[in-house]
């Protein structure tokens, strides 16, 4: 049976619970009558940034021994730049490459995901240029170390431009403008689903 782990922030714990999008890939699987051949488990933590997912690398992910990772962090190495706890773009690189190196090192397949949103409103949240700027470089390093990848962020913004024609600040894939509600734990699930190898 193959592990696939799911590795990040508080979304990613919201994300293991019913409705969740950890949960509805589960479902996906079960679909498709391959629940004895994944198990899918969550390594989801309350505000972690991309340096605590590394430092939690070997008792978190590592032991459990998954085939594939998905890695979704960002959300609070931006955030959080509002009160001075955030992580700032060289940092955040570099403990992204660290986790990719170490995960590559024991032949896990890694699916790597942009930061979605912080505030739903089009092309006028005060973080955007962060979220751009920080899902440029998950990007490039997908390529660059030949991970799959899931771009949350352009099928947010897609999604935005279509659904949120009122400029609403939360409530169209969110419910505070940052943790999903249960379209955009459906949407996450559908991007990934996309690239997931089952």
């Known amino acids: 049976m193959k592990r696939i782990l799911f590795f990040g922030d508080s979304i990613t714990k919201a994300g293991a619970l019913k409705g969740g999008y950890i949960d509805l890939v589960r479902q996906a699987v079960y679909n498709k009558n391959k629940q004895k051949d994944f198990e899918l488990i969550s390594a989801g933590i309350d505000g ?9 690398m070997d008792a978190d992910v ?86 799959l990848l899931a771009d949350l962020r352009a099928a947010f913004m897609n999604y935005e431009i279509q659904h949120n024609t009122g400029n609403k600040e939360l409530g169209i894939l969110t419910t505070d403008g940052v943790h999903l509600n249960d379209r955009g734990n459906q949407l996450v699930a559908e991007e990934i689903l996309k690239v997931l190898p089952i």
């Open 48 to 56: 972690n940034k991309v340096y605590d997912l590394y430092l939690r």
């Open 62 to 147: 590592l032991n459990k021994n998954p085939a594939i990772v998905v890695v979704y962090i960002g959300i609070n190495d931006i955030w959080h730049k509002t009160s001075g706890t955030g992580t700032d773009i060289e940092k955040y690189e570099m403990f992204y490459r660290a986790i990719i190196k170490k995960l590559q090192e024991k032949n896990i397949n890694i699916i790597l995901c942009t930061a979605s949103v912080i505030g739903e409103k089009q092309k006028v949240n005060a973080q955007d240029a962060d979220l751009e700027a920080y899902s440029a470089i998950i990007r490039k390093l997908a390529v660059e170390y030949n991970c």
